[in-house]
């Protein structure tokens, strides 16, 4: 491409970039990084790859210091940038650090989005913080909306830990909020719906979700026809059966 007389522009660099870091070459990504030419100066997208790849390496150092780099040449962070650098101190279970930077995201005008609390989730999700995760949840849900990885994932947490409750208040919240559902929101709770023997609301769940034009995976389905057999309620059984073949001939949606 040089040789040919084209130079490259920001839009080149940011793909050779993004496709090296991809790769797990990321000290070669740096590297074309600091080859660029002074007029064609890195961008957020840039810096925010390179942050999000040391923190998958476990490289937090590296990772700080790309950021500070950034704002030491002058490019201002937006939140791709500090949503990379939450994901990796959340990797390295650096909490102190993650409410830190959430809170200097908040006083520089970059509010976080549902990318920022599912990455935060997910952490404390997954070294069974659960009292934590409801405290970042109800505080994300004050300046951001959640989406659907959101609910599912402190549904599916709030079923795991047999607290059914929980994971109804935080479904009818999700409701009151005019959220539209997908497959995994409504399968998660369908399961541990089941899970607690409550076929009643579970058939109601199902309902919704093909009237929504969703179809129920297999598994979930599955679960819920042991349980109508079980209780000999082959009638809504049927019912629900024709409702999906109906569905399957004329969906509602792709």
Known sequence: MVHAGCEP?????????????KAGRVDEAVEIVKEMDPVCKPTSFIYSVLVHTY?????????????????????????????SLISAFCKVHKMKNVYRVLNEMESKGFPPN?????????????????????????????????????????????CEKDNISMAMKIWKYSRKKQFVPGMHTF????????????????????????????RPSGVTFGRLRQLLIKEGREDVLKFLNEKIDLLVKEPLCD
Request: charged letters at 30%; hydrophobic letters at 40%; aromatic letters at 6%.
């Open 114 to 158: 549902s990318r920022t609390c599912n990455i935060i989730l997910n952490s404390l999700i997954g070294r069974g913080e659960t009292d934590e995760a409801l405290m970042v949840f109800q505080r994300m849900c004050k300046v951001c909306e959640p989406d659907d990885d959101t609910y599912t994932m402190m549904i599916k947490m709030f």
């Open 187 to 214: 399968s998660v709770l369908i399961n541990g719906l089941c899970k607690k023997g409550d076929v009643g609301k579970a058939c109601i769940l199902l309902e919704d979700m093909i009237e929504r034009g969703i």
């Open 9 to 21: 522009d920001i839009i080149t660099y940011g793909i050779m970039v993004d496709i090296l870091c």
């Open 55 to 83: 923190g998958i390496e476990n490289r937090i150092e590296d990772a700080v210091d790309t950021f500070l780099e950034m704002e030491r040449s002058g490019v201002k962070a937006d939140v791709a940038v500090y949503n």
